[in-house]
């Protein structure tokens, strides 16, 4: 029998589909090996090619080394075909049945480090700190531009996920306005808060650690479950454990075990279905150097994490119909794997 | 420049991202053919293998033959791997921090023509209306059942748009809760109505008519516009120019129209950019035998309408993570060259 389960905070539904459950193999790649690597031709983020990408906006260097040169560990530039280019945004459009603002915002690539062949779990624990220390900083500095509501970080790795070059990096884009799914989350932050009189995301974590089957990763700073909603296969959540909604509040002892963890969970991931592709995305508060006029108490409501969900089903016309999402492998089945490599 | 777009009823945002544009010719696949047809094994949906399949639930079929045997034209079965399965929903849950319900609802596929070889554009008008009719009689037999609030009606064609089998065949998922996406647009709707005192589709489509730069078709009956705030490249939507909620409330003569302009429809789509794998998805009414307490006046404030986009682009982190869209064409390009085809 298959179950229906809610994602208490966005409302959404999910249809956990047990008569199409599925095992691990059943999507390791089917010549049992790990995962062709893509093929490698001329790449622009790999050390040396500096100045194939625009020019550099920040980047950890060894002493001396001058930008847009090598010499570095973790290199930020922007996006060569931006989404959004900075500008000021021109106020909010109102009224009218077409709206529309100029794209203005920030769209930068963060290259995780000089070799091509290092995937982010492949990197040793302090550098994988540096590229979570070097998201903090780019966040917070454009946060301080003042003109974009949200900064958006997040990571497509292989082709199927999105990825357009195969060198490790993440992306930052910020918009002038919130996005739908962020705001979903503080209004539905907001309105359980009412209800349990206390921080959903608090209490969702420790009711899991009780439950225990969903849960992954447990240690002193950071909880790693597979959520009870998930929506595709080995989805996983990491929230920290200190209530916060700002990513940019993540201390250097805390950054460290962050990175600690990150580590694993990617390690999992490869461990259990072969170095699937994958997206990784970061939900946190809007910008905090901006009032935003008639919104809840973001602060006492929203805690910020990180999702991680490999790519190995397709969302088709019924997920796009409906918002629903069907999901061939139980969260519970999908955290004692996990758990276990 | 990019450009922000809002779409009016749902309140998600889309960027049109100018800088990345493309050309229908940048879709079509490498060596200029058309996509190559994916191989036929055995086939369950094909003429003469009906015992392969669960035993139809209904088939429009040449007087005398018997059920689950030869001398059909349009097929309904049960999917053999249903997502949800057939029952009497228990009352929705309440309180607690995981919800659950169990996964009752009705999940059949509609194997649209007995021939493998021929698409759903393929086929000639008054077999388009046929399969159209059998949607019509399959979603009122459903909603007759009442365990069901909603019956969401889609297609997937191909396997990047998720079809496991190629032999033309849509999808009926009935759920014992409405969607999230249909909720948000029918109160977004009601919202509207409120605002414009008048249906805000209804609006939006003479507003569409006027500008006619993203108007693909209009004829007596139906408008087929790529939506302002469209997500995908070449996404179209087919409304009738008559206001209903209700997709069951079109009449014979209306059908065959509907028939026509979808037949219409696909053949500009498969000119242009030759053959994409595709998803079509229905948004109607609610069950209306059914009544939804506490909901928005959903006969004056909703439009039945179908949606249509081809599978070109991935969605990745950025989407995922914001509910946002990248799209690279802009509608008013996808119209002018969907118009022409």
Not at 35 to 61: Q, S
Request: glycine share 6%.
């Amino acid at each position: 029998m298959s179950e229906l389960r809610k994602d208490l905070v966005s409302g959404r539904w999910v249809i956990i589909a047990t008569e199409r459950s599925k095992r691990p193999d059943d999507f390791r790649p089917s010549d049992g090996t790990a995962r062709p690597a893509e093929p490698v031709g001329f790449c622009p983020f790999c050390e040396g090619n500096e100045t194939k990408t625009p020019p550099e906006v920040f980047a950890l260097r060894t002493a001396g080394t001058a930008p847009d040169s090598p010499g570095w560990k973790v290199r930020v530039v922007p996006n060569k075909f931006p989404a959004l280019n900075r500008g000021t945004p021109p106020p909010k459009p109102t009224g009218g049945v077409f709206q529309s603002m100029e794209g203005v915002g920030v769209h930068e690539v963060v290259i995780e480090n000089p070799d091509h062949g290092f995937e982010l779990s492949d990197l040793p624990v302090p550098h994988i700190r540096d590229v979570f220390r070097v998201f903090q900083l780019r966040i917070k500095a454009i946060e301080q531009e003042l003109h974009y509501q949200y900064v958006q970080l997040f990571k497509n790795k292989g082709k199927e996920a999105g990825a357009s070059l195969s060198h490790p990096h993440s992306q930052i884009v910020a918009t002038p306005i919130v996005p739908k799914r962020v705001k979903e989350e503080i209004y539905g932050g907001d309105r359980l808060f009412r209800n349990f009189k206390e921080c959903a995301f608090c209490r969702i974590l420790r009711e899991e650690a009780a439950a225990g089957a969903r849960q992954i990763i447990l240690n002193r700073h950071f909880s790693v479950v597979a959520p009870y909603a998930s929506r595709f296969p080995f989805e996983m959540a990491v929230y920290p454990l200190r209530h916060s909604p700002f990513f940019t509040d993540v201390d250097d002892a805390e950054l460290l075990i962050l990175a600690e963890t990150m580590k694993q969970v990617l390690a999992r991931l490869k461990e259990t279905i072969g170095d699937p592709p994958y997206n990784m995305v970061l939900h946190h508060a809007p910008n905090p150097s901006l009032s935003l006029e008639g919104w809840p108490e973001i602060d006492r409501n929203y805690h910020w994490h990180l999702e991680i969900f490999p790519i190995l089903t397709k969302v088709a016309g019924f997920e796009w119909g409906t918002g629903f999402y069907i999901n061939p492998v139980p969260p519970e089945t999908a955290a004692q794997f996990l758990r276990r490599s």
